[in-house]
C-alpha cells in the first residue's frame, strides 16, 4: 500500500466518535400532531442505529462475488464514488475525500458539511422567522403562532440531520441509509414544514406590490391543481416506486446534483402530500377528518408495496453498489432487505400514527355537529310545544 493510502488509514482510526441526537418534541405548547412527527424521526433515527450493527448473512455473501475479504495487515482502500466529496469527517479531514468510507459503527460523527444545502436550510429558516417577526409587528393583536415556528424551525433541523450529519454521508453507500434519510424528509421534515404553513405566512408577510403577486399566484387555476389533496396524492403514491424500484436511483446515486434535487422533491412531494392531512392552511378544496382517514389509509400500500418487492428480491438492484466494494456492514442483498424492512414497518407505522391524530379531530368534530344537533332539534321541540300552549290556552281562543 502507498504511503499516502498508509496515512490516510491511520487518519481514519484515529478519528473520534461522536453520535448524535435529535432534539426531543416534549414541548406542552406542541399539540398531539407536531408530538406524532417528532416521535417518528425519533423511531427512525433508532433504526439508523440499530441496523448499523447488523451481520451479514452467508446466504448472501456465497451469491455475491463482488464482497471483499480483509486479512491481516492487508487494509484496502478502495474509492467511494460520489463521496469523493468534500464530506467532512470527525474534525473536517479533506484527505478522506481520496478513501473509501469507514465502517458507520466506528464513525457515527461524521458529518456531510456542503455549501448549498446549508444555505437553504439556513436561508429558509432566516425567512421564516422574518416572516414572523413582520406579521407579529403588523399585527400585534394577532401574532404568528409560535407552534407553527417552532414545528417549521424542527423541520429545517430534520432535514439538516438527513442530510448533513452521519446519515448523508452514508447515503450513497448503505442502502438502508439511504431509506432511512427518505423517511425522515417525506415522513418527519415534509408534515413539520406543513404544519408551519408556510404559504399563510408569506401571505400574511408581505405587503404592496409584493403581497398583490403572491395573492394572484395563489388564486390562480395552475395553483388551485397544484394544491389540490388529489394532485398531492399522486405525486406520492407515483413518487416513491420510481424513486425506489427504478434505474432512476441508480442514477441519483452516480449523479450529486440528481441526489440533490432528490432530496427536493422529497420535501416538495412530501409538504402537497401532507397539507390537506394537517390541514393548517386555508384550501379550496379541504378534506373532512373522515376524508383524511381514508387518504391516509389509501396512501399506506405504497410503502408496502415498495417495501415487499425489495424484501423479495435475490439480487443487488442497483450496479453503482457494486462497485464500492464495501468491506463491512451488511451484504449487498441484505442491505436492500434492510431497507425493504424500513420501509415497510417504518413507513406503515408512521402512517398509522399520523392517522391518530386525523382519527381524534373527526371524534371531536362529530361531537360539536351532534350538539349542534340536539341544539337545533331542542329549539324546534321548544318552538312546537310554545304553539301547542298557544293553542290550548281558552284565553287565546278569539
Known sequence: MPASGDAAVGLLHSLPVGTQILPAASNAAVDATHAVAFSAATCILV?????????????????????????????AIHLAGRHERDAVIGTSLSLLADVALPNISSNLGATAIAFTPSVLI???????????????R????????????????????????????????????????????HILLIMGAAPLIAMGAPVELLVRSTIGGTHRVVTRVLDSRVAEVVGHPITGFVLYTVFIPVAHLTSLYNVMLT???????????????????????????????????????????????????????LLSTNHEMFSAYTTMHRTWGPSLVGDLHTGGAIMWVFGDSLMALAMIPVVIQWV??????????????????????????QSTDPHLQP
Open 47 to 75: 433504526c439508523l442505529f440499530a441496523t448499523q450493527t447488523l451481520p451479514p448473512s452467508p446466504a448472501d455473501d456465497a451469491t455475491e462475488p463482488n464482497k471483499l475479504e480483509l486479512s491481516g495487515s492487508q487494509d
Open 122 to 136: 439556513g436561508g429558509a429558516t432566516t425567512l421564516y422567522l422574518w416572516g414572523a417577526w413582520r406579521v407579529g
Open 138 to 181: 403588523a399585527d400585534p393583536e394577532s401574532p404568528w403562532s409560535v407552534k407553527r415556528t417552532i414545528a417549521f424551525v424542527g423541520a429545517m433541523v430534520l432535514v439538516f440531520v438527513a442530510i448533513e450529519t452521519v446519515i448523508g454521508v452514508y447515503d450513497d453507500t448503505l442502502f438502508y441509509d439511504h431509506m432511512i434519510q
Open 255 to 309: 449523479n450529486d446534483l440528481a441526489h440533490d434535487n432528490e432530496h427536493l422533491a422529497f420535501l416538495v412531494i412530501g409538504y402537497l402530500f401532507w397539507r390537506p392531512v394537517v390541514a393548517i392552511e386555508p384550501s379550496r378544496h379541504p378534506l373532512s377528518p373522515g376524508l383524511r382517514l381514508i387518504y391516509l389509509m389509501l396512501a399506506v400500500p405504497v410503502d408496502t408495496f415498495c417495501g415487499l418487492v
Open 364 to 389: 371531536r368534530s362529530e361531537e360539536v355537529l351532534t350538539r349542534e344537533i340536539d341544539a337545533e332539534l331542542d329549539a324546534q321541540e321548544a318552538l312546537r310545544q310554545e304553539r301547542d300552549g
